[in-house]
């Protein structure tokens, strides 16, 4: 096997959505746990109130993890893909690409928004992260990183008065209003890293 057909092997590896889904499979069971203690505690009374804000408070934590699961995949693959794409020294058309174009390859346009699924996904992963440090108003955001993902999510729908940002991105991500169905996010990385592997593979003839 040479260094190619190692490259190719080693990102055909980092894809595994079986490894992905399994990660993911323990906070979908979270999530639904989640919904039920606040289906259980729904007698219209105080007590109820508070339960459903801290059932959604932890169910916004846990999409979050979810995004920072998936970020941590898809940094994996663009890693392997541009690594593989230099050392076949032939650089696909548009290359040699960095992270923020690999996440624009291979992947389907959100809706009426400029990004791509696998680009949203990293974003939204993004958003989560860091938006407690954001400055506000979100306008007066400065940092161009900042302002990338800023514009992103804001594209998809958050608004910085906003307490359920989470669960309104990945809404429009997933397509789903069950929120503890994770899948969809799965066959995004998935589909986009078997698309980039079978993609650079027929470029180099293999």
């Known amino acids: 096997m040479d260094r190619i057909d190692a490259g190719l ?18 906070i979908e069971e979270a999530i639904r746990a989640s919904f039920l203690r606040m289906e259980d505690a729904d ?8 339960v459903e804000e801290e059932e959604a408070d932890v169910v916004e934590n846990l999409l979050g993890a979810a995004f920072v699961v998936c970020q941590a995949r898809i940094a994996k693959i663009t890693t392997r893909f541009v690594r593989l794409e230099t050392a076949c020294g032939a650089p696909l058309p548009g290359g040699p690409h960095k992270k923020h174009t690999v996440v624009r390859r291979q992947s389907p346009t959100v809706g009426a928004t400029t990004y791509t699924t696998v680009e949203l996904i990293n974003h939204v ?12 108003p979100w306008s007066a955001i400065a940092d161009p990183m900042t302002k990338r993902t800023r514009d992103a999510v804001i594209s998809l729908g958050a608004d910085e008065a906003a307490i359920g940002n989470m669960r309104r991105l990945t809404r429009e991500l997933t397509g789903d209003d069950d929120l503890s169905n994770l899948e969809p996010l799965v066959e995004a990385v998935v589909t986009w890293g078997h698309r980039l592997r079978d993609e650079i593979a027929a470029h180099l003839g293999r």
């Open 43 to 50: 007698d219209g009374s105080e007590f109820a109130d508070i």
């Open 125 to 136: 992963a993004n958003y989560y992260k860091h938006h407690s440090e954001w400055h506000r």
């Open 9 to 26: 092997k080693l990102l055909e590896l980092a894809v595994d959505g079986d490894g992905l889904e399994r990660v993911l499979h323990p």
